[in-house]
């Protein structure tokens, strides 16, 4: 079976990770494939379960099996997927059901008004269970691509419940193994040099170093990270590539925000939204709430190459990356024969992914560069007078 979304997909969403903790240094073919196996995917479609969870392979996802290299390993790439199935009974089928077993019960007991707590506590579980037994479970299915030599692992959704699934299902598969969101604060230090990384920590505002601190405490960083991009993508001013990938050094790229721009306030009433969508000229309407004390939450980034283009959602607190569009790659046969064009078109679209990236990097290393140096306070005045500009 042919997986159509996630890896393979033109468009995706993801959220990316570090590994923590160290790999068996020999018999790594036998480790992993005994790690997915323990928490392999069952199916309940012959059962009256509720739900069930587990690995499965990206390309048969109704068919688990990590005995073989070629399910879940390409070159430096481990694949596999998340799959989740649930039998859901809609509120109102439930709700009449339940009905019409108390009429049921009230015609043969017509000295109750009501049947007994008791008795509809049971009822309740009669009537659930007939109809799980009745309802085919919905699947669910999130594709994550792991490079082990890198410690980087790609899950390939922003959902925060299928974040918190993932995380813990991974930590009880592999031991000794722990996942670890790349957000902003993490980000930003694994870009920087030792320097570098002194000047940011004083920026610090978190007041532990627990991820979820770095994160709350922290949101000035992708807030204005995505200010700064605005600003300089509004003013032409064109980006080199700075970080080591697919990507020669000092290669010239574009980069702007347009389209969607979310911001977000707080105000005695509680926090305040602003949406604004639609293509930009010159952004008054942004322009006005960042004026009034709101900063940006989340925007369409837009990166462009030659006649490539990249465009994502960036979540400014989480870096999450929604709607993530690469330069497209297109499978035109399906089925188990053509296995080797899905293999290209596995690591193509990893190519584009990363050289993707490699570009966000590097604009976010030329953000902190300036940041960190002595001539961001005259940036400062320039988007201070950009925003006050009629």
């Known amino acids: ?99 019409r077993a108390e009429g049921e019960f009230l015609a043969k007991r017509p000295e109750f008004k009501r049947p007994p707590k008791r008795e ?16 085919l479970p919905s699947p669910s299915t999130v594709d994550l691509v792991w490079q082990q030599d890198d410690g980087l692992l790609t899950l390939f959704s922003a959902s925060a419940k299928a974040m918190e699934r993932f995380e813990e299902l991974f930590g009880k598969s592999f031991e000794n193994q722990r996942p670890q969101l790349i957000y902003p604060y993490a980000r930003a230090l694994a870009l920087l040099n030792e320097s570098d990384q002194e000047r940011l920590a004083a920026l610090n505002q978190a007041g532990s170093e627990s991820a979820l601190d770095e994160i709350q405490n922290n949101r000035w960083l992708g807030e204005e990270f995505l200010l700064w991009l605005l600003q300089g993508g509004l003013e032409g001013g064109g980006f080199r590539v700075n970080v080591p990938g697919r990507y020669a050094q000092g290669t010239s790229f574009n ?60 979540n400014a607190e989480l870096f999450t990356f929604g709607s993530f569009k690469c330069p497209p790659v297109k499978v035109e046969r399906e089925g188990a024969e053509q296995l080797p064009e899905r293999e290209s078109a596995f690591y193509e679209r990893m190519y584009l992914l990363e050289a993707g990236l490699q570009l966000f990097d590097s604009l976010l290393l030329s953000y902190l560069k300036e940041r960190l140096g002595e001539g961001w306070d005259e940036r400062l005045k320039a988007i201070h007078a950009w925003l006050e500009a009629e």
């Open 120 to 135: 509809r506590e049971e009822m309740l579980e009669r009537v659930k269970l007939s109809l799980l037994t009745r309802a």
């Open 1 to 99: 079976m042919y997986h159509p979304m996630g890896v393979y997909s033109n468009t995706v969403s993801f959220a990316q990770y570090r590994i923590c903790g160290e790999l068996p240094g020999e018999e790594r073919f036998s480790w992993l494939s005994t790690a997915l196996s323990g928490r392999i995917f069952k199916s309940i479609e012959q059962s009256a379960e509720e739900q069930t969870e587990g690995w499965t392979c990206t390309d048969r996802p109704d068919d688990p099996d990590f005995t073989g290299a070629d399910d879940f390993w390409r070159d430096r790439y481990l694949f596999f997927t998340y799959r989740r199935d649930q039998r859901r009974i809609p509120a109102a089928l439930l709700k009449a059901h339940i009905g």
């Open 255 to 314: 980069a702007w925000i347009d389209d969607r721009i979310q911001l977000l306030g707080a105000s005695e009433a509680g926090p305040q939204k602003v949406a604004v969508s639609g293509s930009q000229d010159r952004y008054l309407e942004a322009r006005s709430a960042l004026k009034s004390g709101k900063a940006i939450n989340s925007a369409a980034v837009y990166m462009e190459m030659d006649e490539l283009q990249w465009r994502f959602v960036l």
